[in-house]
């Protein structure tokens, strides 16, 4: 709204300056039509007094001379006579509408009161001037005395052309003052507007550009993949609100990238349990978190581990009975169970002894989330979050609280000895439900800048908004790559020639870099088998790290070939770039590994997993000599 604000300010400042100058302009204008009249009116009565001069030396002698020169002499004066009463009238009634330019009819203009005593004392003279005249040219419109009105223009024009004179001096004199406060009014206005323009922007510079572009720093932070870090809320309201989503934003990738790390390290159950009651209660919105254990018999139930408010409760391992409880009810459904009115279920239920030991820690909304064999565990257990607030489980937290859910059967299945594939299964749930978890934050600053930027003009703020907009969708897909790296794969191999795939990324990436990018093959047909969807990833992922690796117009080379007896196809990339030194190759392949700035670490760790799930090996090699290769080996078909 701020930003709003001030633009709406700026837009009006310039408008009035604009209508301003606009309106001093057609004032201007019109100031000039009456200075023209004027000038025409002084003109008219010179040009009266010179053809009567010019007559009276030249008076006709017959007949045929007075017809002449009454068709071309008298119609002359006739016509002067009225074009002059037509300015002079046009001068004292003020009604310039007519004379006007087209656009100025509005303005009136206001004649200074000089302008207005010379009109009066010019009308007076003109009316004594032309009485004198009719007199002169007398009673007979058909035989008008010209030589007596010649001499009367003559001999009597000498007060008529001092008060002409005197009105076109004053019209000028108050066109020149109108022009002088114009000149001086244009100024200013152009000072005033510059003065506000330039605190305006300031006031935009302070409120806007400058918070821009530390938010600006802190998302290639963040994409960098620095997600502790955290902006300050500064500027107007549509920037802290844009800062505040980021701050949500990079707290929540802090906490996911935590809980990643902490899996990889295979945490046990006390742990993960504890990281999420303490370090995730927030985002979770839960006070209480716990793991119930079922014994073999299904006959009762035992707290293993649970936290509040952040705290481990070591002594609160108590033993429950099992029949006839909500927790004997989501194990057999195999579906979360949402409990709302905990008091009154509790009060209700009698057998319900877990319900109504939370309803004394002060809990009113519980989410029962079941661990069974349907979730690869071979032990039954049920997941408890509780909530202090009524309906504070309820909407996204709820979604959210089940994928998190499924990471605690992976690090129970560790103490319980589950399955890795299990694990992994559970692991891929659990970023599953943060990923969609983190993308409305990632929509909501997306949508800022973009709603920011439809409403900046200036291009240094949008060039900063393009550079953000840019890095929320690097944040994208660094959520897409930890969602593909953890969640489970599906796979559907058949028998194939990898070169018309190859062949087809390789065309896509010409279009998109300026590389030389060939592929070098056997005659013979190399057949392997695959997925075409997981081996165009791939090809795409190892083609576009090559394109960023080598220098611009280098040249990139696959070679497919195969072994004498046909057991294995290797597909080889090699790259001219900058080589990479040999105690770090081996970690290349690790999550979250990367050698570039802007990289998510992720890239090569999918590829390994791609080729590792077509029973295939990666190798990767750097030289000075050759740059670096990476050699995809994959079993033949016999």
Not at 185 to 196: C, P, Q, S
Not at 403 to 410: I, T
Request: with cysteine.
């Amino acid at each position: 709204m701020q930003i709003a604000t001030v633009f709406l300010a700026l837009v009006a400042v310039l408008s009035a300056a604009g209508l301003y100058g606009v309106g001093a302009l057609q004032r201007q204008l019109t100031h000039d039509v009456l200075v023209d009249m004027a000038g025409r009116l002084e003109l008219m009565v010179e040009r009266m007094h010179a053809q009567g001069m010019n007559y009276a030396r030249n008076a006709p002698r017959d007949h045929s001379s007075y017809s002449r020169d009454l068709e071309l002499y008298y119609q002359d004066l006739i016509s002067d006579v009225a074009a002059v009463d037509a300015v002079v009238q046009t001068f004292m009634s003020g009604d310039f509408k007519a004379a006007m330019p087209e656009g100025s009819h509005w303005l009136r203009p206001r004649l200074s009161a000089e302008v207005l005593e010379s009109i009066a004392d010019l009308e007076d003279h003109w009316d004594r001037w032309r009485d004198s005249l009719s007199a002169a040219l007398g009673d007979t419109p058909d035989r008008p005395r010209l030589e007596q009105a010649a001499a009367h223009v003559s001999e009597g024009h000498a007060d008529l052309v001092a008060a002409t004179r005197h009105f076109a001096s004053a019209v000028r004199a108050w066109r020149d003052r109108g022009y002088r406060i114009m000149t001086r009014g244009v100024i200013g206005i152009a000072v005033l507007t510059l003065t506000l323009v330039l605190a305006l922007l300031g006031l935009l510079l302070w409120k806007v550009l400058t918070p821009l572009r530390t938010a600006t720093v802190g998302f290639q932070r963040v994409a960098d993949g620095d997600f502790g870090y955290r902006l300050p809320v500064l500027g107007a309201t549509e920037i802290q609100h844009l800062t505040g989503s980021f701050n949500r934003l990079s707290e929540r990738l802090d906490l996911f990238y935590q809980l990643m790390s902490g899996l990889q390290q295979g945490q046990d159950l006390d742990d993960l349990v504890g990281l999420l009651g303490s370090r995730f209660a927030g985002l979770l919105g839960c006070d209480w978190i716990g793991v119930v254990l079922i014994d073999d018999a299904r006959a009762s139930a035992r707290v293993e581990t649970s936290w509040l408010d952040g705290a481990p409760l070591p002594k609160d391992r108590r033993l429950y009975r099992l029949q006839g409880t909500l927790l004997e009810q989501v194990l057999a459904d195999e579906h979360p169970l949402h409990v709302q009115q905990m008091a009154e279920t509790a009060r209700d239920n009698p057998a319900y002894e877990l319900l109504r030991h939370l309803v004394a820690l002060g809990m009113r909304d519980a989410l029962f989330l079941p661990i069974t064999p349907r979730t690869q565990s071979p032990v039954p257990a049920v997941v408890v979050f509780a909530s202090r607030e009524a309906d504070g489980l309820s909407g996204a937290r709820r979604g959210l609280l089940h994928n998190s859910a499924q990471m605690l059967v992976q690090a129970f299945g560790r103490t319980a000895r589950f399955a890795e594939q299990g694990r992994l299964a559970a692991i891929g749930e659990l970023v599953s439900g943060i990923v969609h978890e983190l993308r409305t934050p990632l929509t909501t600053v997306s949508m800022a800048l973009a709603h920011v930027e439809g409403r900046e003009t200036d291009p240094r703020a949008k060039r900063r908004l393009a550079l953000g907009m840019r890095e929320c969708e690097r944040m994208r897909r660094l959520l897409e790559e930890m969602l593909l790296y953890a969640k489970p794969l599906s796979f559907e191999p058949r028998a194939l020639d990898p070169r018309p795939l190859l062949t087809e990324v390789i065309g896509e990436a010409r279009e998109r870099w300026e590389h030389v990018i060939e592929i070098e093959t056997e005659t013979h047909r190399p057949e392997i088998l695959g997925d075409p969807d997981r081996l165009r990833q791939i090809f795409v992922n190892l083609t576009e790290n090559a394109c960023e690796a080598a220098p611009e117009g280098a040249e990139i080379t696959w070679r497919i070939d195969t072994d004498r007896k046909g057991q294995e196809t290797r597909l080889r990339i090699q790259n001219p770039g900058e080589t990479i030194p040999e105690h770090l190759l081996p970690r290349l392949t690790q999550p979250f590994f990367s050698t570039k700035s802007g990289g998510t670490g992720l890239g090569l760790a999918i590829v390994q997993r791609l080729v590792e799930l077509h029973g295939g090996r990666l190798v990767i090699r750097s030289t000075a000599q050759e740059g670096t290769c990476v050699e995809l080996y994959f079993p033949g078909l016999v």
